[in-house]
């Protein structure tokens, strides 16, 4: 489909407009997929190619080495009639063992490394485990800002929710808020993303120090969404068994669940593939407020037996094998994946300068002084713009899509994420005419 | 490995005893997968085959149209890398709709077909929402025997559970425990499998129209596991469009989830993908207290954005092209899933003959005075055994493995479940020698 210039023909406000209007949809609560689906609908009637900055799915391939081992599962081990081990593949477990080891200098052993159905699953069977080990814990605390997804999770488990703003608490802030609300004695787990999803911020290694001291302080499980892998661009976190390691709450304290996912890290988000790394010590923690729901007292066995299994019953055979390749491939060093990913940040780089430069400002900007590092998302703002939501459906008339910050439960109401892996650098040109547009039509105050 | 003939040298009793006690696995309440240990440590140990009828798996390969599917999603269409859409793949859900139509003579759009990560998954969901839309109804009452797992679910989710057994309820005497079950008003759902896991009894079409009957008639939705879809034998359902067709709820009541699995019609276990039909008036159907577990009022909506996404995201995209190219072939006429399968019903039929002539008698063992279909599984005792663990427990001196019927909430104790997937005719002499054995050392009284 041959598309129009948009330096050319600038884009039709009132199309713009109606379609908006005709979708039904309303910009102040609508999610991703949602917007989605409206900024299709303009593409297409408009004929035009949006600089695509909504959605966060993988813009890069999925390794061959991940394809060619499910296609040797399939073809040549005739795998896809058999079930799968509900705890996984025995090689997953091993290598996955092997990689927390080689890049998170993490000890533990084959039996609490257990796949999952993307991490998805993993932060869902961990909320449902960690929730119902105390009958006077069953808040989950969010750090936000955070992916809605694992809200949602705890709303089908039926817990309370609480949060705590990455906004107004790093450092110091963050660990002393922390140690006060888990005071209260109501929270079962605290749970986060780092590098966070949609700010981008990253914890430092002192904060998930100071972190890991209150959890275990309070009897608080930690729950760390790893979804983001390595992809602190700012450190080289791909080599095994050399420092530095990617920071995790796993070297901070006694009871934890660590989610890795394949979906970013590995650019394989298709074939719903993670782990689940449960603490050792936790993996054996027994609590009798368990049985009723998994049939065991034993942490490990309820998330297995009375959570995998009732669920998805394993994970399918062909997406672990492609998984034992890539880790394979990542601790023998024949793959530096972040190298892979990299890519993401070196457009992050140039993008945030062309937002910079045409006067938009960066919401959530820096990690205790150091500048945040460029990677899968940014945060920004405009003058004299108050409500995300205003602001992206201005953007709409531009050319250009994202999402507000405020299904992500961030205090910045004014705040928009813009995911840069759908953006092409040949979109560059395109994106820095469309942002110089946008501020002669907008002159910030 | 070169094994022992059973004919030549007997078992060594003594030493499947020590195997069994150093196990430590209690056979009165042993798991298939502890079953599947024992066995596996006996046959290394002792270098004999068993005559494995534990654990019900599919014996037969998964059809080469489902891998070359797959193997094309990951290799040409590159879609490893994407996130599938978390209510199916578009062309999935068209296919699911027709085959129900096909083989089912159901009408439902493909909206209302909703691919999940194995039956395992509809089952967790349906039960999820059933469970949450009157806080009066909080109780699954499931028709026994059935899959320990589903049960696992109900307890997962924090239901109660409550039964009725085939046994001594079919026909009008099912239809009028069932009317007088539901009249206490504790009831959200029924949950049953016909073919039946573990006892291969068959709901006529007559008992399905007054559960659907009395279903209505309450207010409880029905949740269908036709896990071994088309596996009826003595009829054949495997030609698109041409009666007779698959028996089922769906077209006698108003408010259904019926599963579909892939893993037995299919022998497509390992890749876990199967259908949740969901009733088009049930899909729009609304309640305010699904709300708080699932930020919707509507079936539907709860099922996919509440239920799909926080537990997994999604299916894995290679499965659901796997799928589509089945069902496709099952559509056009191509593909005969019945006749492939049917090898379990011959294979059945020989395996109960052997049993019989060798003292052993059926359980359950017809439907409503027409003698049980042969299929995937057959339910058997012993006289003078009136716990199935110790016949199951003896059988193992003779090289033949299977499970009781306790875990399966069966009220029959005596009984023990065969799976005849794993058993190929080549061990068909075998096992006629090991039975003939058995009787000749317990003598029927």
Redesign the interface.
């Known amino acids: 489909m041959s598309t129009v210039d948009i330096k050319k023909v600038p884009l039709d406000r009132k199309a713009v407009a109606r379609i908006v209007h005709d979708s039904e949809i309303d910009l102040r609560v609508a999610s991703i997929r949602e917007m989605n689906r409206i900024v299709n609908e303009i593409e297409s009637e408009l004929a035009i190619d949006f600089v695509r900055m909504e959605f966060g799915?993988?813009g890069?391939?999925?390794p061959d080495i991940?394809?060619d081992a499910?296609?040797e599962a399939?073809?040549t081990k005739?795998?896809?009639?058999?079930?799968?081990p509900f705890d996984g593949v025995p090689e997953l477990k091993r290598e996955a063992a092997l990689f927390a080891k080689n890049f998170m200098n993490v000890d533990l052993p084959p039996s609490c490394c257990v796949p999952t159905?993307?991490a998805?699953?993993g932060g869902?069977l961990a909320q449902?485990v960690a929730g119902r080990m105390d009958p006077k814990k069953r808040t989950i605390l969010f750090l936000h800002p955070s992916f809605p997804?694992?809200r949602?999770?705890t709303?089908?488990l039926?817990f309370n929710e609480d949060h705590i703003d990455f906004y107004d608490h790093r450092g110091d802030r963050l660990i002393e808020a922390l140690d006060n609300r888990l005071a209260e004695g109501d929270v079962a787990a605290v749970f986060w993303s780092s590098p966070n999803n949609p700010s981008w911020i990253i914890l430092t290694e002192d904060e998930l120090e100071g972190m890991g001291r209150v959890l275990d302080k309070h009897s608080v499980i930690g729950i760390e969404d790893l979804a983001y892998f390595g992809m602190d661009f700012r450190k080289h976190y791909g080599v095994p068994g050399k420092p530095p390691y990617q920071p995790t709450i796993a070297k901070h304290c006694r009871r934890w669940f660590v989610l890795f996912s394949a979906?970013k890290a590995f650019?394989?988000?298709?074939?719903?593939?993670g782990i689940a790394y449960i603490a050792p010590d936790l993996m054996e923690e027994e609590s009798e407020y368990l049985k009723?729901?998994?049939?065991t007292k034993k942490v490990g066995y309820a998330f297995l037996?009375?959570?995998i299994?009732?669920?998805?019953?394993?994970?399918?055979?062909?997406?672990q094998h492609?998984l034992i390749a890539l880790m394979k491939a990542a601790n023998n060093g024949r793959l530096d994946f972040t190298d892979l990913t990299r890519e993401y940040g070196r457009r992050a780089e140039v993008m945030k300068r062309l937002f910079l430069e045409n006067g938009f400002e960066i919401v959530y900007k820096d990690d205790l002084g150091v500048p945040l590092a460029d990677g899968f998302f940014f945060t920004f703002s405009y003058p004299g713009y108050d409500q995300g939501f205003a602001l992206v459906a201005e953007m709409l008339h531009y050319g250009i899509s994202a999402i507000t910050l405020d299904s992500a439960g961030s205090c910045r109401k004014e705040a928009v994420r813009g995911c840069v892996s759908l953006v092409h650098p040949t979109q560059f040109d395109d994106l820095q005419y469309r942002l110089r547009q946008f501020k002669q039509d907008h002159p910030p105050a």
């Open positions: 799915v993988p890069l391939p999925t991940a394809i499910e296609v399939l073809r005739r795998l896809a009639n058999r079930y799968a159905v993307g998805m699953q869902f449902a997804v694992n949602q999770q709303r089908f039926g979906s650019s394989y988000a298709g074939q719903r593939i009723p729901f998994f049939s037996h009375g959570g299994y009732p669920t998805t019953a394993s994970v399918p055979e062909g997406p492609g």
